[in-house]
């Protein structure tokens, strides 16, 4: 006769389960029915008075970790070990091109920058939803086709397209394809990147989908048409922005006076002009350094009440099922303990 034992399936992201482990609390997303061929070695001492060889299966983020326990603490340690050859997240950002180009081009753009950041942050690089209105600036550089986000007169104080179309677009990639850390912008890719995350901020779009924690912006600039440029206005947008802006980029001023809108932001101006540039080691190690940080700030966030709540209901269910298998194998190990061990 086998018993048949829960595994725990157990959620871990980084240090916040680290924490947890440390701390001796785990939190249980599910149960499902495993059936080894006798108890499991951290059950032992409850069940059976013989040594006992078993194996304990725990799933964790994807991965599964085959182990043979003696105690729960030493369960505790696996997870720690696992934890610590686990693969280094990185930030998942949504990469939104410049004026008529593509996807495919700025993502050829970004190989300028050392392999040491690419290392940091993914990017799912996004077409804008309108086809090119004119003729592109890299034409004879980058292959078509080119796309663009919005259209706007040449003294950019009319904007078109900037619209719940335009958003639904952006809304429903990231439902489909996140959730996203934050986003990745050059040029008008920078400039609705920035809007977006005021809007979100301030309630008023982008609702349905997970905050922008972090915004990576080159060569930036407010939306300045009349209908557009309250939601630069106070409060400050919060999000956490690096800016790149160019000495010889001829909206350099306009980059600078967004960054007025934005409470907590650092800005990096490079030799270059209107163009995604190449960076020096001083600027790499700074880039570098914020997304780190916000990385950081990121994966030892605190769970959101709703989700401890849920948690701890799950918890509490956890320990009620494995209680029932105690006393179940209890009241079965008064009747015959060897029976009970037995392979099935």
């Not at 914020?290 to 030892?300: C, G, M, R």
């Not at 029932?324 to 037995?342: A, F, M, P, R, Y």
């Amino acid at each position: 006769m086998c018993l048949s034992i829960p595994a725990l399936l157990i959620p871990y992201n980084s240090k916040k389960v680290h924490l947890r482990l440390r701390s001796m609390v785990i939190h249980v997303r599910s149960l499902e029915a495993a059936e080894p061929s006798s108890c499991p070695q951290f059950l032992r001492g409850q069940f059976c008075q013989q040594p006992l060889n078993a194996e304990f299966v725990v799933r964790t983020a994807g991965a599964q970790l085959n182990c043979s326990f003696i105690s729960l603490e030493e369960l505790k340690m696996g997870l720690e070990t696992e934890n610590d050859q686990a693969p280094q997240r990185k930030l998942k950002l949504l990469g939104l091109h410049s004026f008529r180009t593509s996807a495919d081009i700025f993502k050829r753009q970004l190989t300028k920058w050392s392999p040491s950041l690419h290392e940091l942050f993914d990017v799912d690089y996004i077409n804008g939803p309108l086809p090119c209105s004119g003729k592109s600036d890299v034409e004879g550089i980058f292959e078509g086709p080119y796309y663009e986000w919005y259209r706007f007169k040449k003294d950019y104080t009319e904007f078109y397209y900037v619209d719940e179309n335009l958003l639904s677009y952006i809304s429903n990639y990231m439902k489909l394809h996140g959730p996203y850390d934050g986003i990745l912008g050059f040029s008008q890719g920078a400039c609705l990147g920035g809007y977006l995350a005021a809007i979100q901020e301030k309630g008023v779009g982008l609702q349905d989908v997970s905050p922008l924690r972090v915004l990576v912006l080159i060569a930036p600039a407010k939306l300045r048409a009349q209908h557009l440029k309250h939601v630069y206005d106070d409060p400050k947008i919060k999000c956490p922005t690096l800016a790149l802006i160019g000495a010889r980029d001829p909206l350099r001023i306009p980059g600078f006076d967004v960054l007025k809108s934005f409470e907590n932001h650092i800005a990096i101006e490079h030799r270059f002009g209107h163009t995604v540039p190449r960076l020096d080691d001083t600027q790499t190690a700074t880039v570098a350094q914020f997304l780190k940080s916000q990385l950081d700030a990121i994966t030892s966030s605190t769970v959101p009440p709703e989700s401890e709540a849920e948690a701890s209901q799950l918890v509490s269910d956890a320990i009620d099922k494995v209680e029932d298998v105690k006393s179940l194998s209890g009241s079965i190990l008064t009747d015959s303990q060897n029976e009970v061990c037995s392979a099935a």
